[in-house]
């Protein structure tokens, strides 16, 4: 019998009670998501305590959906008739030292299992920008971090179990389970309720972040392929308002870094001297530790910190991914946009990710990089750049985030992933009348069929 790890998280991460309605996230406002870009279209939430309690409101309401930790800017996770929450049944993690997997209760954040990962010996291959997220949530719509070997935080998935919509407890593997569990991984929520989620872990290891400061696009552009293979991960940011990427995030693995001192000046681009916000205006203090600290992978690879509000707060995100051999052409398309987009941007992100074989991954069979972009939250002026971004990068068929914001028309979505015919069957099969089904599914995977 293969020896466990095995957590009882402390009850003083629970806000739940027993399963029972809560009226809105808190008692005087409505129920928003995190941004508060978007109120959703009911305050009906019912909290979950264990997988029974899971079966049982998948039975008993006709339609509804499961909220995470509310980070999607668009309605993918919205319902106007009943959320469910599953924040009362996440306290379990176990490790399995032997098979190299942890397996946790979907509705747990990264930055709740990355410590106890690391105190015993483990790491996951990669984060987002922020540990903030639920597991079943991020891995429902993709999410990412950066690294041009590492793929999408869902490619860690081994196996999860999900109730459907009759109630019925589905478990797949990576291993026994082929294609309807490539099918499953990056779900949007579509395919039931997602319970538990495994996934693979490696032994842990320590990290720095280094940050340049003024690279010139010209290097980027002659260069892109060094810059990116510099470190395990490498984010660059600018708001495209001048001729440079404003910051380069450097995060290096410490056997990488040992033996190679940082340059003061690499590209034409300057070491920082003092830590950074990705929003040059904003305080570093919300940020991970820079300037060659070492530190544990989950605390350098994450640009925000656990505990502290990540990125701005009020603000609203979009994202395009765009096949690897593409990139450079896709930089440069959206620096010709600089004038218009930068007065309402806060910062805008460029991330590689590796290819997958997750059929909604919008790096499915492909490398990708991404260009992200934080905005001001002005929707109005926000919903008007969408289009024009979408049309120049068009060329170099950008997808876009699944949980962000985009203007993609469900057609070009039909070109744009080529394993959407089959999802639909998948989706159908295991929500035939489409208890999980909402306005955003309806309207870009399910538009008029
Ligand atoms: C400040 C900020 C920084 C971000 N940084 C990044 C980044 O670095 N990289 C990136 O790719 N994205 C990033 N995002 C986007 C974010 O990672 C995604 O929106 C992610 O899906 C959020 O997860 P969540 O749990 O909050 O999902 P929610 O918004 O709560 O839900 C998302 C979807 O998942 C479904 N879902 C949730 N739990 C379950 C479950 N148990 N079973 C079935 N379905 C479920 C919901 O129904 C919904 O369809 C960022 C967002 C914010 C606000």
Known sequence: MKKRHFLKLSSALMTATLFSPITGWTNVEKLKNWAGNLTYSTDKLDE????????????????????????????????????????????????????????????????????????????????????????????????????EKNGNLSTAVSAMELVTASGDIVKLSREKDGEKFKAAVVNLGALGIVTKVTLDIQPTFLMDQHVYE???????????????????????????????????????????????????????????????????????????????????????????????????????????????QNAVEAIMAVSRLGAQVGTHLLTSEIRTIAADDLWMSPCYKQDCVTIHFTWKQDWPAVSKLLPVIEKELAPFHAKPHWGKLFTTAPAQLEKLFPKLPEFRKVAKEYDPKGKFRNDFLNTNLFGGI
């Open 48 to 147: 979950v305590k264990s997988l029974m309690q899971v079966q049982e409101v998948v039975k008993k309401y006709p339609k509804m959906k499961v909220l995470g930790t509310r980070h999607c800017f668009n309605k993918i996770a919205d319902t106007a008739d009943q959320f469910v929450t599953l924040v009362g049944i996440r306290d379990d993690i176990s490790i399995d030292p032997s098979g190299k997997t942890v397996t946790v209760n979907s509705g747990i954040k990264y930055g709740q299992i990355s410590p106890y990962l690391h105190e015993k010996g483990f790491a996951l291959h990669n984060l987002a920008s922020l540990p903030h997220i639920s597991v079943a949530g991020a891995c429902a719509t993709a999410t990412h971090g950066s690294g």
């Open 214 to 324: 003024n690279l010139p696009l010209s290097q980027l552009k002659d260069h892109f392929d060094e810059i990116e293979a510099s470190g395990y991960s490498v984010s660059l940011f600018t708001n495209w308002q001048s001729q440079n990427i404003t910051e380069v995030w450097l995060k290096r693995k410490a056997g990488d870094l040992t033996s190679k001192k940082p340059e003061q000046e690499w590209f034409g681009a300057k070491l920082a001297t003092r830590n950074l916000h990705p929003i040059p205006e904003l305080s570093a203090e919300n940020c991970t530790e820079q300037m060659g600290v070492p530190g544990p992978w989950y605390e350098r690879m994450p640009h925000f910190k656990m505990g502290f509000t990540p990125s701005s707060g009020v603000e609203l995100q979009s994202e395009y991914f765009v096949p690897r």
